[in-house]
């Protein structure tokens, strides 16, 4: 009876072995690199938490620091640590920061879908957080893919002046964590060290997500306990809407990653992992679109059929938020020909605030 249990033992073991090493991923001709902690114990499907490293890690070097396997068996998710491209100043993601082409936010999704076919991943429940550079391209996943994501938690990243000129594709529930004596990565969105403004200030930053999300502009504001001589004090902001906003403000906090409640007021793993697993009345984008409005096909090559219950007016904009068609929906199934758009993404959004993401190829 013991020989099973010992097998079982010896398996989760020669797994765990197999997920420590770094794994590959061809995306666009390029062998990109990535680790995946799956749990010891999880639920019938898992949640999957993304982490993104900072401008020139190495996502060795990151899961010495933060024992990405520890947080997976104590959360029951998988946790997956991509690493970025050297694009000249070392490791860093594609936030529109530079001029760089690589399709990071492509490659990351495609990740996702190959995990899911591996792995059963709770789509419903995806997740981002990245520190510095990393945080930087969780605003970008959120904007281009929060129709995907469930929540996103950014720490010490901005959203750059060329993200910023995007929409975002859909409300998604956000929490930014960010140090107001950052030099690196400043609370006004200049840079001590880089010499120069990197983005948005953390304030813009947060009006860009309340205005997103369609939250009220009056936040509930809460202190932590100041329970630690860190020299740091810690407080939040809840602004409540279609999908909640909170900041973390960390009065006197540096560009670093607050990691223990033995040492500080908080945890910021601790925090995110609460922020991303605690209950909200935000509607599911994909219950909303099967209760309200259809769509398909998605993508198409610009002919669209598009099914809603009620009647009503829809416009269509491009990315840099740009009004290209209007056109009135009529209840039932509706014929929709964008043929003569040029190839790309586009958002549909309706009088009634509801956003989808549809593609002409």
Known sequence: MKKPMILIVMLWIMTGAIHAQIQHFQWQNVQREYMVKIPAEHDETMPIMYFLHGLGDNITRLDNEFHFQQIADDFGWMMVVPQALNEGYGTMWNAYLTASTTDDSGFLMALLDSLSVQYPVNQDSVFFTGFSMGGF????????????????????????????????????????????????????????????????????????????????????????????????????????????????????????????????????????????????????????????????????????????????????????????????LQKGINHIDLADLSSGVYLLKDANGFVKKIMVE
């Open 137 to 328: 391209m969780t605003h970008r996943m959120a904007i281009e893919h929060g129709d995907r994501i469930t929540a996103c938690a950014p720490v010490s990243g901005l959203i750059t002046h060329a993200m910023a000129s995007y929409l975002a594709v859909a409300p998604v529930r956000m929490l930014h964590i960010h140090g107001t004596s950052d030099p690196v990565v400043g609370y006004d969105g200049n840079s001590q060290y880089f010499g120069g403004n990197l983005g948005l200030s953390v304030d813009a930053v947060l009006n860009y997500w309340i205005n997103a999300n369609h939250c009220s502009n009056e936040p509930v504001i809460d202190t932590f306990p100041d329970s630690h001589n860190d020299g740091l004090r810690f407080v939040r902001y809840t602004y409540e809407g279609d999908a909640e906003v909170q900041h973390i403000k960390v009065i006197g906090g540096n560009h670093s990653w607050y990691h223990s409640e033995s040492q500080y007021d908080i945890g910021y793993m601790t925090e995110i992992h609460k922020f991303f697993t605690q209950n909200n009345n935000t509607t599911n984008v994909g219950d909303l679109e099967q209760n309200y409005m259809k769509i398909w096909p998605n993508p198409s090559n610009g002919k669209f059929q598009i099914e809603v219950k009620e009647a009503v007016m829809v416009e269509l904009f491009d990315l840099q938020g740009k009004a290209v068609v209007r056109h009135p």
